[in-house]
């Protein structure tokens, strides 16, 4: 149980393109969705909390207008990398949380790569 | 503000060896504890979690790890290596809605 699938697994783009990232629950219902972002031999860093129904609420220095979440229901987020630039690549990860409480784990994609070029 | 230290960015085990690896935490409440794991180019697995109750817990693959307060500490450990093991590993600790996590330990199984 508690699949989360995340597509696309990788994206190659030119420059100025915007491209759109999936996040869904497969088997569960996730109020909050989580977006990272991980850098070559890094942690994981928080970009922001999506939740369903509501603005996402983002990391400070992590740009809104640069990076759109919508969480438009109880199992998909889409994170939207707008005019997307060779400094956006990375690996994007998400995750969803199983309930509203700290206690719960959060279950991740499988990341999706993003090169631009 | 809760904070996860992993000491160690590398360690390197012998097949069939013990595993430890360090992790200690920093929570001004009593603290949610998660071990993940991440194979190259793929998302995080839970390893297992520490909530409430037994200090001992056991987790997928054979791991275990035990909640120390006194130590503050949430160390993970497997009796015995296997090369498949080979990953990085995250401890993370949660407050009331985020994840913070560890910069990483990276296990390397030598046969």
């Known amino acids: 149980g508690a699949v989360v699938s995340q597509h696309p697994s990788r994206v190659i783009c030119k420059s100025g393109t915007s491209v759109k990232i999936e996040c869904r629950s497969l088997d569960f219902q996730a109020t909050t969705m989580f977006w990272y972002r991980q850098f070559p031999k890094q942690s994981l860093m928080l970009m922001a909390t999506s939740n369903e129904g509501s603005k996402a609420t983002y990391e400070q220095g992590v740009e809104k207008d640069k990076f759109l979440i919508n969480h438009a229901s109880l199992t998909l987020s889409t994170l939207t990398v707008t005019s997307a630039h060779p400094e956006d690549s990375s690996f994007y990860i998400c995750?969803?949380?199983?309930?509203?409480?700290?206690?719960?784990?959060?279950?991740f994609g499988d990341g999706t790569r993003l090169s631009i070029l | 503000a809760q904070s996860v230290t992993q000491l160690g960015s590398h360690v390197s085990v012998s097949e069939g060896a013990l595993v430890l690896l360090r992790c200690n935490y920093s929570?001004?409440?009593?603290?949610?504890l998660f071990w993940y794991v991440q194979y190259p180019n793929q998302g995080l697995q839970l390893l297992l979690k520490?909530?409430?109750?037994?200090?001992l817990v056991k987790g997928i693959n054979g791991f275990e790890a035990e909640f120390k307060k006194s130590e503050t500490s949430f160390h993970l450990t497997k009796p015995s290596a296997h090369m498949s093991d080979a990953a990085e590993y995250f401890c993370a600790v949660s407050d009331t809605d985020k994840l913070i996590f560890g910069t990483g330990t990276r296990l390397q199984v030598f046969p």
């Open positions: 995750s969803a949380r199983d309930g509203s409480r700290g206690n719960q784990p959060q279950h």
């Open positions: 520490y909530t409430t109750g037994a200090t």
């Open positions: 929570s001004s409440v009593p603290p949610y």
